[in-house]
């Protein structure tokens, strides 16, 4: 009876998916003039339909509910857009979690006039403006441009920007485990040592 | 189960803080030289614990074990807790340094209330009442544990009743998974090594 208690014992530490929980991890980022928001818990849940609350300065501005897959967004308004300010987008999860990313204002700034140019199809500007072997080439206006392939590099970003904030997360490593491990040991052999001496 | 840093009230952390300072006092004092080892197995066992989730279905739970460090070590579990959380939040960024008191006193007090509960119980020469007393203390532990975090939200602001609907439901499959192990630790260090089971009964 004895052994089969040790091997259910070791069978559950074993068999079970060793990971970590506990925190929200939040990830936003701005797509032509709207704030987006991944928040997901830090086992890789998403964290359904948590409380996100837009902050500027300490000024509650928005609060608004995320979807089940764990992401939200705002519309930034215009006021902040002409005169950019850090963002603090906290989100709030069940059980008290809660977690917050700050949109730093140069990320708002980049996209103050591709905001206005996210209804132009942009590939179809590109096309129609290139230079081809039977049309002259067309003087395409500067900054039009350069909105266009600010909007088309923040999308193509996306992705590396999740992956960055991934490895920004603090990973869960055995050296931690086990450092941890170390530390109680350590301070329960002070305990004793005071123990031992009273 | 761990609060996150910034979402309770001042007086709820005073609150915490206080209950988590005056139950390790008196979890230091009444701990004997010859407990210390116990209560450094049981640390890293709640310390680890926490990192280890049983599939479940779609989802997965984590373990908490608050009720085993409670039925061994009594108040004892209050610096053992303490201890485990402290590092947990340095180490895993769960929970925080802030909300530690509140963290803690939710752990410890439910497992110190499953101890003068249910010790008696798991101590019982019929084996029956050591897997009944161990089961109890392992699944109102996490219970009264879920209670105390919704009670710690509902005095922040949250509504109570969506808090601890939240909080209970979330931890049925755990409540029950926690109640089996804990029964079948107690029955077994019963029989190996009953004087660790003993050692805390005063």
Not at chain 2, 157 to 164: I, L, T
Request: with cysteine.
């Amino acid at each position: 009876m004895r052994e089969k208690i040790v091997i259910l014992a070791i069978g559950i530490v074993f068999l079970a998916n060793i990971s970590y929980a506990h925190r929200v991890d939040v990830f936003c980022w701005v797509d032509a003039g709207t704030i987006k928001c991944m928040a997901k818990f830090s086992t890789g849940d998403a964290v359904v339909k948590g409380t996100f609350k837009v902050f500027e300065g300490n000024k509650l501005i928005f609060t608004g509910t995320g979807d089940r897959k764990g992401n939200f967004s705002y519309r930034i308004p215009d006021r902040i857009l002409k005169h950019p300010k850090d963002l603090k987008i906290v989100c709030i999860a069940e059980m008290g979690h809660k977690n917050y990313w700050i949109v730093r204002k140069d990320e708002l700034s980049s996209t103050v006039s591709s905001q206005e140019d996210n209804s132009v199809d942009n590939e179809n500007f590109l096309e129609e403006k290139s230079p081809s072997a039977n049309s002259k080439p067309v003087a395409i206006d500067y900054n039009k441009l350069k909105e266009i392939v600010s909007v088309v590099v923040d999308k193509k970003l996306v992705p590396i920007r999740e992956d960055l904030a991934e490895l920004k997360e603090p990973k869960l490593s055995f050296r931690d485990i086990l450092g941890g491990i170390g530390y109680i040991m350590g301070i329960m052999g002070i305990i004793m040592y005071f123990k031992s001496r009273a | 189960m761990h609060i996150s840093e910034g979402v309770l009230s001042p007086p709820v952390l005073i609150t915490g803080a206080a209950i988590t300072l005056v139950g390790t006092w008196i979890g230091l004092k009444n701990t004997k030289a010859q407990q210390v080892p116990l209560m450094a197995v049981l640390t890293s066992t709640f310390f680890v614990a926490s990192l280890i989730h049983v599939p479940l279905g779609p989802s997965s739970v984590h373990l908490v074990l608050n009720g085993l460090v409670g039925i061994l070590l009594g108040f004892g579990a209050f610096p053992s807790i303490l201890i485990a959380l402290l590092l947990q939040a340095l180490f895993f960024q769960f929970g925080g340094i802030i909300v530690l008191g509140a963290n803690t006193a939710n752990m410890a007090l439910p497992a110190v209330i499953v101890y003068l509960l249910f010790k008696k119980l798991c101590i019982s020469e019929k084996r029956r009442n050591r897997i009944i007393g161990g089961f109890l203390s392992g699944s109102i532990s996490i219970i009264l544990s879920g209670t105390m975090v919704a009670l710690c939200l509902f005095f922040t602001g949250s509504n109570f009743n969506h808090a601890a609907k939240t909080v209970l439901i979330a931890h049925v499959p755990i409540m029950i998974i926690e109640g089996i192990i804990t029964a079948l630790v107690v029955d077994f260090i019963f029989r190996v090594k009953p004087e660790m089971l003993l050692g805390t009964e005063h």
